[in-house]
């Protein structure tokens, strides 16, 4: 009857509901089980297509593929030489809120970084690190509103600051990051990003501010950091290197040092102004080095050097040096000086010696390979996959151009793509083996400790602005 066939109806529906209960129950437990045991896993690649939307999404799909796990961690570096790559931040962020949300995961973590001047090794103007990390927490704030604490577990904390800001408030920018580096005991690492757009030629007035995001938020001419926590992530390790060849001996200097503005004036050198002892040092000493800069180092308690920059006052033969305000007044009693520079040749050799040094001890266990995927327009695209990661943010005298022959003959991008002149990878894709996925830009200036870990006491913690350096982070799962 019409009853019964009413009633069987029901019945076949309320058991199929059970069982479509029971599978959703069941999938939430295997990916719960999955996730708490999956290991750390890193991907990058850059994309040469010139459409920006096209590229960041074949970027991602390309990364995403070679890592088994679900992505929820994001690293881009858009270089602005190609006006149209705005875009690609959206895209990523677009795909990675996707992914995350499809395989019922927490808020996905992205940083994305517009640079200018650079290729990313090549033609390719756009590089993406894409990551599963287990367990990720991010905590994004300004240096107006910094946080009261991070979590335990916080393994690097990144940090971005508009050009503009750092030359107008350098003082201050470098206050607050000695208060942001305090609060964690993971390493405090980052860049000054230049303006994402106008004439390299232009004056500074004219230029317009630089652009990064952190997450789902746009800052422009700002300073902001996020902190990344999880314990399924070792403590990021650093190689630095520093200006720090010298070219004179230690030197008693007649000075004075203001804490109000964290200025010391220095008035003479050696019985010299310090003007001329200046002077001198780019005549003769760096005659032959035009591309290198001299700095003043303060001699700390530790044994290292601290190279700073400083502006000239010929009027009065003074230089003034700005000094970290973080910087514990035990370490130096600014009675003494000593003049180093930087070398392009040297900084790099240097680099290159502690990234192959790391892989005999920090990253000795990396366990990476390199994954095939196809790709549209490709056959296959061999792609770094592994549990550690490598992120750097350098001078621009540790990016290489490489022009193209004298007779005017085109020369061959590493890709294939016909180009006038070729751009180098960076000094970690060169030295680590080719299954560490790396990644970073190169800027004006970096934000790095003061000394390296474990060399003076009450420095190895603190960063600040430094000029012609580079940082490498070491990114590591358990």
């Known amino acids: 009857s019409f009853c019964t066939l ?5 019945l076949l529906n309320t058991r199929v509901c059970a069982t479509r209960d029971l599978r959703s129950r069941m999938f939430e437990g295997h990916r719960r089980k999955t996730s ?3 290991p750390t896993c890193f991907a990058a690649c850059t994309s040469t297509d010139l459409r920006a939307r096209v590229a960041a999404q074949e970027a991602f799909d390309v990364c995403s593929s070679a890592i088994s796990a679900p992505v929820n961690f994001a690293i881009l570096n858009v270089s602005m030489d190609h006006a149209d790559m705005l875009e690609a931040p959206g895209v990523v962020w677009a795909s990675l809120m996707h992914s995350a949300q499809s395989h019922g995961l927490s808020a996905p973590t992205m940083i994305a970084q517009v640079v200018r001047q650079q290729r990313f090794g090549g033609p390719s103007f756009l590089e993406l690190v894409l990551g599963s990390i287990p367990d990720l927490r ?3 704030y300004t240096f107006d509103s910094i946080p009261t604490s991070f979590h335990d577990d916080t393994f690097v904390n990144l ?8 030359q107008q408030h350098l003082t201050d920018i470098n206050r607050r990051l000695g208060v942001v580096s305090g609060l964690t005991l993971a390493p405090t690492v980052g860049a000054v990003l230049p303006p994402a757009a106008g004439d390299t030629d232009a004056e500074p007035s004219a230029l317009p501010p630089s652009t990064f995001y952190l997450n789902d938020g746009i800052y422009q001419g700002s300073a902001a950091g996020i902190a990344l926590s999880s314990k399924h992530m070792r403590r990021a390790e650093l190689l630095t290197s520093r200006p720090v060849i010298p070219l004179t001996k230690t030197f008693a200097v007649d000075g004075s040092f203001d804490p109000q503005t964290s200025e010391w004036t220095i008035r003479t050198v050696d019985g010299r102004k310090a003007t ?17 800069k001299v700095f003043a180092a303060l001699p700390l308690s530790g044994g290292e050097l601290l190279p ?12 003034v040096v700005s000094v970290p305000p973080a910087l514990p007044a035990s370490c130096t009693d600014f009675a003494d000086v000593l003049f180093t520079c930087d070398s392009p040749l040297h900084d790099k050799e240097a ?13 000795k266990d990396h366990r990476g390979k390199m994954e095939s995927v196809s790709v549209a327009r490709e056959a296959k695209r061999q792609v770094p996959v592994g549990d550690s ?6 001078s621009f005298t540790f990016y290489d151009v490489f022009e193209g022959s004298r007779d005017g003959a085109m020369a061959l991008a590493p890709d294939g793509v016909p180009s006038s002149e070729i751009h180098a990878p960076s000094v970690a894709k060169r030295c680590l083996p080719n299954d560490v996925p790396c990644g970073g830009i190169h800027c004006g200036g970096q934000i790095l400790p003061l000394c390296p870990p474990g060399t003076a006491a009450g420095t190895d913690h603190i960063s600040a602005v430094a000029g012609r350096c580079s940082v490498h982070a070491l990114l590591r799962g358990t």
């Not at 940090?159 to 750092?166: F, G, I, S, T, Y």
């Not at 001329?276 to 290198?292: F, G, I, N, T």
């Not at 990661?389 to 350098?394: G, I, N, R, T």
Request: glycine fraction near 6%; hydrophobic fraction near 45%; charge should be negative.
């Open 6 to 10: 009413l009633g069987m109806r029901r």
């Open 36 to 38: 708490a045991s999956t």
């Open 138 to 140: 991010s905590q994004a």
């Open 159 to 166: 940090c971005m600051v508009d050009w503009r800001l750092c």
């Open 276 to 292: 001329d002892m200046v002077r001198s040092l780019y005549e003769k000493e760096l005659a032959e080095w035009p591309q290198s």
């Open 308 to 319: 700073m920059p400083f502006r000239g006052e010929p009027d009065q033969g003074n230089i």
């Open 351 to 363: 680099v290159a010696g502690q990234l192959v040094a790391a892989q005999q001890t920090v990253l």
């Open 389 to 394: 990661a490598v992120l750097h943010w350098s």
